[in-house]
Nanobody, 125 residues
């Protein structure tokens, strides 16, 4: 079974940066996709970004401050988040699939085959 472990969250001041990691295990192929989602208290889950074996995708509202990357040797995907704002406060989750799905400008969660436990990101002064 595919297992995902998200890490790297924490408390950061507005304008600061964090790098989240999603370590994946339980598969051997390089043809996979990892997506990041987030959910703030009282809000619906929203897609942040996705990376597959060839491309990167960002939800329209996330473009510009977030960068996704992957290290195939480590089966790890990173989400670099810069210029963080209080509204970025949320639990961030990573999810596994074999392709990225973007619907109406947002990374979509349909068909995700595995989810990691989230990591809390709090942006506050």
């Amino acid at each position: 079974d595919v297992q995902l472990q998200a890490s790297g969250g924490g408390l950061v001041e507005p304008g600061g940066s964090l790098r989240l990691s999603c370590a994946a295990s339980g598969f051997t192929s390089d043809y996979y996709a990892i997506s990041w989602f987030r959910q703030a208290p009282g809000k619906e889950r929203e897609g942040v970004s996705c990376i597959d074996s060839r491309e990167t995708f960002y939800s329209d509202s996330m473009k510009g401050r977030f960068t996704i990357s992957r290290d195939n040797a480590k089966n790890t995907v990173y989400l670099q988040m810069n210029s963080l704002k209080p509204e970025d406060t949320a639990v961030y989750y990573c999810a596994y699939n074999i392709y990225c799905s973007v619907v109406a400008g947002s990374v979509d969660a349909y068909g995700m085959r595995a989810w990691g436990k989230g990591t809390q990101v709090t942006v506050s002064s």
